[in-house]
């Protein structure tokens, strides 16, 4: 129905029941549709738009329902494609041709013509339904498909179902890192260089049994987790360039440099130089950033040569709508932090020994914290990108919200694996109490999204329900496996059945 969208109900209405079009209606097959009679308005909360439509096609007579959709997409998108209540519906019409198709199924799996409007509409109607369309566009979010139903599921059964995909979505990322692991120890053991474009293993290496001390060395979980916070860092847009960007400037590199002097800005001209996002060429710098660019080429013509890793192109990286906090230069410089207190520091001895030396929960999630968040310093201190200055000075590099995704996403599926591998039960054990019961310092668009449509109310707080409620978005809800999932089931048996009851 039209109620959420922003093109008004009565223009749509009018549009149908006055039937004023320029041009006969015809389906993609070019068969003419004749319209009888426009049938009544549905006075209900949901179904299609008109009841008792009678309308020919090719001189053939119809009677039915009638469904008018902006989108071509929002009969999927709504849900209509579940209900058996939209199984009369004779016609689909759309009023944008944006990414239209000629025809939808119903739930009982009728094929219906979808025609689209636009082009057959008068001046005024046009232009009302362009304004219309563009302000929608703007505004337009995904709606789940069980937006307007899922009221009738008991919020205890929807928690528990979000409860089981967010330890499902934990058990997947262990899966995960143990792969990259054997990876790792494979690659290393091949003499191969990363990244690597296309790679088969084979199965040689799908065969191969690995050991425990193979798992032993140090190396391999600093670079892990210096892959993994990078691929965090860059978010969903610059989120492969930065697993890219670890995997080429790799610890075995760095490890070669560490006895240079001024290391830190060795690890930053190394990751700003092989990225390729800096341009070489500007016409005019104040002197802070000149002696930026400076200092850092110079670093780098001291050490390129021990360099024999892949380059990248400045064009490959993302800045187009993403807040100025969030661009790669400053995840870059900050993850060049990260990378210090890893080889400097003993930041994976610290990060395990929060859990071994059996601190309380509170606690441990304090410490890690303190481990990941990164103060702001240096040049990017007051700089997004190169050539112009921030409004105000950035304050952190990596802050509070994306170190909690950090630990949530990162740190503990690492630790679950490191000490399931090296045998430590108890260890293991806490790592999973701490993401069953973490609450995350942030917030998530989708999460939040998913927890107002379910009316979970503050619930999406806990972690593991989060990473439930994002594991439902992007394997059922965008997916249309609604009748895969528990919630969806419920809801559409449901109205299916109360339908079948009513008539």
């Not at 307007?148 to 409860?163: S, T």
């Not at 990060?351 to 303190?370: A, C, Q, W």
């Amino acid at each position: 129905m039209f109620k959420k969208n922003n093109i008004s109900e009565k223009l749509l209405y009018e549009i149908w029941r006055e039937s004023n079009f320029t041009k006969n209606i015809h389906t993609a097959a070019n068969q003419e549709i004749e319209i009888l009679d426009t049938g009544d308005s549905n006075k209900d909360l949901a179904g299609p738009d008109f009841l008792n439509v009678r309308i020919t096609i090719d001189n053939i007579k119809y009677k039915g329902d009638i469904e008018i959709d902006t989108w071509h997409s929002d009969w999927k998108s709504h849900g209509h494609y579940l209900h058996n209540k939209y199984n009369k519906v004779i016609l689909h019409l759309v009023l944008s041709n944006e990414r239209f198709k000629p025809y939808v199924y119903t739930q009982d799996g009728r094929k219906v013509n979808s025609v689209c409007l636009f082009d057959l509409l008068n001046d005024d109607y046009k232009s009302a339904i362009r304004d219309a369309i563009k302000s929608e566009r703007n505004n337009r979010g995904f709606a789940m498909p069980c937006a307007e139903y899922n009221n009738i599921v008991a919020q205890r059964d929807k928690l528990k179902f979000i409860l089981e995909l967010g330890v499902e979505r934990f058990n997947r990322k262990e899966k995960r890192i143990l792969g990259r692991l054997k990876e790792m120890i494979y690659l290393n053991q091949m003499n191969i260089r990363e990244p690597i474009v296309r790679y088969d293993f084979g199965e040689e290496f799908r065969n191969k049994k690995f050991t425990t001390d193979e798992f032993n060395d140090p190396v391999i979980w600093q670079q892990l987790i210096y892959e993994m916070i990078f691929e965090a860092l860059g978010y969903s847009k610059n989120k492969e360039m930065m697993g890219n960007l670890a995997k080429a400037v790799n610890l075995k590199f760095l490890y070669g440099l560490e006895r240079t002097s001024n290391f830190k800005m060795v690890i930053e001209s190394s990751l700003f130089s092989v990225s390729g996002i800096i341009e070489k060429n500007y016409k005019s710098l104040d002197e802070k950033t000149a002696e930026y660019l400076r200092t850092l080429t110079e670093t780098w013509s001291a050490i390129k040569e021990k360099y024999d890793g892949a380059y990248f192109n400045n064009t490959k990286w993302h800045f187009f709508k993403l807040r100025p906090q969030n661009f790669p230069t400053i995840r870059i410089a900050g993850g060049s932090r990260i990378i210090n207190r890893l080889m400097k520091d003993n930041l994976f001895e610290k990060i395990m020994l929060t859990f071994s030396n059996g601190e309380r929960p509170k606690k441990i999630v304090t410490m890690l914290r303190d481990l990941l968040i990164v103060k702001a310093d240096g040049f990017w201190r007051s700089h997004y990108v190169i050539g112009k200055d921030a409004n105000v000075d950035i304050k952190y590099f990596v802050g509070l919200s994306r170190a909690d995704e950090i630990i949530v996403n990162v740190i503990l599926p690492i630790l679950a694996v490191y000490f399931e591998l090296f045998m430590n039960k108890d260890a293991s054990r806490r790592v999973k109490h701490l993401y069953l019961n973490f609450h995350q310092k942030s917030s998530n668009q989708v999460v939040n999204q998913i927890s107002d449509t379910l009316h979970l109310n503050d619930s999406n707080i806990k972690s593991v329900y989060s990473q439930g409620m994002i594991e439902l978005f992007r394997n059922f809800c965008v997916k249309e496996k609604c009748l895969q999932c528990k919630i969806g089931k419920e809801v559409f048996q449901a109205e299916e059945e109360k339908t079948n009851y009513q008539s």
